[in-house]
Every structure is written in C-alpha cells, then in structure tokens.
C-alpha cells in the first residue's frame, strides 16, 4: 500500500476529486491540466471557478463535489484492500500512459507491476458461448499462459472468466479490467480472489455511486491499451466486444479472431466478418504466440519484454508429429486421385496434410461421409481441435461440410 502523505490532504484526493468533476474517459481533464506543475494546484483552480468547463454537469459537480468526498473514496479503498495510484506514480502501467486519455487515477488489487513489461493477449468474447468457444478458449490461454503470456480480460461472465482461469490453471498470471468498478462485488467473489492472488484486477473508478454509469467503452480503451494483442472469440455482428475494434486500430495492436465453429451462425458473425478484413487466424495459441515472438517495442520504449516468449521449436512432439505423419503416408496408401474427386482436379498434395489431417482423410475415405462428433470420437481428439483441422482442410479444398456438421472428401 502507498503510504498516506501527512499534508492537507493526501494528493491522490486531488486526483481522484478532479475525476469525480470531470467523468471516466474524456480528454478535458487533459487538456486543461497543461502547464500546471502540481495537482493540488490545478485542483484548486478548478474548484474556484478559475478555469472553463465545457458541460453542466462538471459544474454541477464542481458546486456539490468537495476534497472531503474524494478523500472518503481514498478511505474506502483503504477499508477495502484497494490500493490507488496516479499518472504521475511510478507504479502506474507505463504502456497505458500511451493510450488516448489514459485514466488519472487507477484503482487495483493484486500486482499491478505485471502491466508493465509482460506481453500479454486481451482476450474478448461472448457471455454465454458454447462448448466449442468455451474449449477453445481453454485450450489457447492455457497455451498462451505456458509461454509467458498473460491475458486480460473485460471480468465478466463467459469468454472472460474462462480466458482468466485458463491461464491461471495453467500457471499462468492473468488481468480483470473491472468495468463496473474496483468495488464491485463480483471483484471480491471467488474468481477476483483467483486473479488477484496470481495477478490484478483494475478499474478507474470505485463505483458507480462516486463516479456515475457504467461505460464499457472506456473499460475496454483500457483492456487495448495494455494488450499487445486482441484476440475475438465468439461474437456476434451486433457484439458491444466490437467496440474493440476501433481502439485496437487507433493504436496499432494487431486483432486475431478464432475461426467460427459455423460460419452460418449469426453468434459468429463478428469474427467471420473479422477475418474477412484481415484479422489474423487463431486456430490454436501457437498461431499468436509465433506472432508475438517477432515483435518489436517501439523504438526507445524498452516497455515489453517480448523476448521472453517461450516458442516450442523442433523438438520430440515436433519429431513425433513428422514420424507420425511419415508413417500414415505409408500406411494409409491414399492414391490422390481419390482424396478429391473434383473436376477442378484430380489430385492433391498429401504433403500439406499434418498427421491428423491424414487420419481424418482416412476415415473419411473409409466410411464416405461424417459428422465431427464421430470423427473426435473415432480418433480421441477434442471437437474444437478436429474443427480447426476440418477448416484447414475446407481452405485447402480437401473436405466439404455439409448440413448439419457432416463431412466428407472434396
């Protein structure tokens, strides 16, 4: 806990007062503050009329607001084991300091030094996603968290909630970006406790009893602000998670989006429409963890570490991969002529095929037609995992899907 300055008032009060005046995610708490050297200073302009503000209700807040109210919210977080700290602290995430109208105060439990330098993925998606966006997730942020990778989440129900035990689980830390406020009740439920005891939950306000209502958008210029990466899940064409989008392309950080379980189904259709404008594929964690590897902090930051990645190289489960695919070459003896009976073309290049890919061309050519379910059963392998090979498949011209999730060659 920062300790409690003995002055008039400890000086994140000025901070946080000057938020409750000014509201969460606007710019004019900026543009007016240049020039001040202290906070306290520019606090009390503000507080006697000495400055324009622009809408009624700063006014209004100016006129009902007092140093006596933000100093109980400081007291609050204290009651509550939240700690707080201010742009101008050394504690405050360097990486967010770049973001547009980055929050005055931020209110945290956990260790907030992870946001400084660790690269992490935000990861966004539906609140109630099915058992393949579910899988998933699991399996991309277990990966993701094995190669030093945390991931952030918006600390809701569904995507996010798995996203942040995935990859605690697999050892991993993890972020909460709480848009309902640092004292909200779920931030102090069984899953907060989780992320703070590996990692940190974050808001920039305490509640909206202080601060007003609730406004995803700014929780989310937050999530991309600290995220070298977006990562969309499942989400539909109407999706809020969208709203993503437009922070991510102000800031240049690069968007993947997980390949729809059906690209038919509207609760997909923020991802298919994704990957249509160019967001990068991510059919398994190495896909962004690949990318990451090979990013560069911007000249003279020296803020992220990417480094430190871990990126699987050839070793014994690559070697066994290419055996085994060797091996099903031999065994299978699928003439290419009948892997794909198109008119297009009579032949096909088995070489780009990987060992399950093999294995599912086998079965298909043996029993004709399949649906996914029986091809995971028939070979041990997860749905989404048999999904991901179907569609690398589909985008080679290998299998066809038809109603219903059945499969069949060419």
């Given at each position: 806990?920062?300790?409690?300055?003995?002055?008039?008032?400890?000086?994140?009060?000025?901070?946080?007062?000057?938020?409750?005046?000014?509201?969460?995610?606007?710019?004019?708490f900026?543009?007016?503050?240049r020039?001040?050297r202290?906070?306290?200073?520019?606090?009390?302009?503000?507080?006697?009329?000495?400055?324009?503000l622009?809408?009624?209700?700063?006014?209004?807040?100016?006129?009902?607001?007092?140093?006596?109210?933000?100093?109980?919210?400081?007291?609050?977080?204290?009651?509550?084991?939240?700690?707080?700290?201010?742009?101008?602290?050394?504690?405050?995430?360097?990486?967010?300091?770049?973001?547009?109208?980055p929050?005055?105060?931020?209110?945290?439990?956990?260790?907030?030094?992870?946001?400084?330098?660790?690269?992490?993925?935000?990861?966004?998606?539906?609140?109630?996603?099915?058992?393949y966006?579910?899988?998933?997730?699991?399996?991309?942020?277990?990966?993701?968290?094995?190669?030093?990778?945390?991931?952030?989440?918006?600390?809701?129900?569904?995507?996010?909630?798995?996203?942040?035990?995935?990859?605690?689980?697999?050892?991993?830390?993890?972020?909460?970006?709480?848009?309902?406020?640092?004292?909200?009740?779920?931030?102090?439920?069984?899953?907060?406790?989780?992320?703070?005891?590996?990692?940190?939950l974050?808001?920039?306000?305490?509640?909206?009893?202080d601060?007003?209502?609730?406004?995803?958008?700014?929780?989310?210029?937050?999530?991309?602000?600290?995220?070298?990466?977006?990562?969309?899940?499942?989400?539909?064409?109407?999706?809020?998670?969208?709203?993503?989008?437009?922070?991510?392309?102000?800031?240049?950080?690069?968007?993947?989006?997980?390949?729809?379980?059906?690209?038919?189904?509207?609760?997909?259709?923020?991802?298919?429409?994704?990957?249509?404008?160019?967001?990068?594929?991510?059919?398994?964690a190495?896909?962004?963890?690949?990318?990451?590897?090979?990013?560069?902090?911007?000249?003279?930051?020296?803020?992220?570490?990417?480094?430190?990645?871990?990126?699987?190289?050839?070793d014994?489960?690559?070697?066994r991969?290419?055996?085994?695919?060797?091996?099903?070459?031999?065994?299978?003896?699928?003439?290419?002529?009948?892997?794909?009976?198109?008119?297009?073309?009579?032949?096909?290049?088995?070489?780009?095929?990987?060992?399950?890919?093999?294995?599912?061309?086998?079965?298909?050519?043996?029993?004709?037609?399949?649906?996914?379910?029986?091809?995971?059963?028939?070979?041990?392998?997860?749905?989404?995992?048999?999904?991901?090979?179907?569609?690398?498949?589909?985008m080679?011209?290998?299998v066809?899907?038809?109603?219903g999730?059945?499969?069949?060659?060419?």
């Open positions: 806990m920062e300790n409690r300055i003995n002055t008039e008032y400890d000086n994140r009060v000025y901070w946080i007062w000057l938020t409750m005046v000014f509201g969460i995610g606007t710019d004019d900026w543009k007016l503050c020039g001040y202290t906070v306290r200073d520019f606090a009390h302009d503000v507080m006697n009329g000495r400055l324009p622009r809408t009624q209700r700063q006014k209004d807040r100016v006129a009902s607001v007092t140093f006596d109210d933000a100093s109980k919210v400081l007291e609050k977080c204290f009651d509550n084991g939240v700690e707080v700290t201010t742009f101008k602290s050394s504690r405050y995430p360097a990486r967010l300091k770049k973001t547009l109208s929050p005055p105060v931020i209110y945290y439990r956990g260790d907030i030094t992870i946001l400084s330098d660790t690269p992490s993925v935000a990861v966004i998606g539906t609140r109630n996603p099915c058992e966006s579910i899988d998933i997730t699991d399996s991309i942020c277990s990966g993701l968290a094995k190669s030093g990778i945390i991931t952030i989440s918006g600390f809701e129900e569904g995507v996010d909630v798995r996203a942040n035990s995935a990859s605690i689980n697999s050892g991993g830390r993890s972020v909460g970006v709480c848009g309902k406020g640092i004292l909200d009740q779920r931030t102090f439920s069984e899953q907060g406790d989780m992320i703070v005891s590996s990692g940190v974050i808001a920039e306000y305490t509640d909206i009893n601060f007003g209502r609730v406004l995803y958008d700014n929780r989310n210029r937050i999530m991309c602000g600290l995220a070298d990466v977006l990562l969309f899940v499942e989400c539909s064409d109407i999706s809020h998670g969208l709203n993503n989008v437009k922070h991510a392309e102000r800031m240049g950080i690069p968007i993947f989006a997980v390949p729809p379980a059906d690209i038919n189904d509207r609760h997909f259709f923020g991802q298919r429409n994704l990957l249509r404008n160019g967001a990068f594929s991510a059919f398994d190495n896909d962004i963890i690949r990318y990451m590897s090979k990013m560069e902090s911007p000249e003279g930051d020296g803020l992220v570490k990417y480094s430190s990645i871990k990126v699987e190289k050839s014994k489960t690559t070697n991969k290419k055996k085994e695919r060797h091996n099903l070459n031999n065994n299978l003896k699928i003439p290419s002529e009948d892997l794909h009976n198109s008119q297009k073309s009579d032949t096909i290049d088995i070489s780009v095929l990987t060992g399950t890919q093999l294995e599912i061309a086998g079965l298909l050519k043996q029993n004709g037609e399949m649906y996914i379910d029986s091809i995971a059963e028939s070979l041990d392998i997860s749905v989404p995992e048999i999904m991901n090979e179907l569609l690398d498949m589909q080679n011209g290998i066809s899907e038809l109603a999730k059945l499969y069949k060659l060419g």
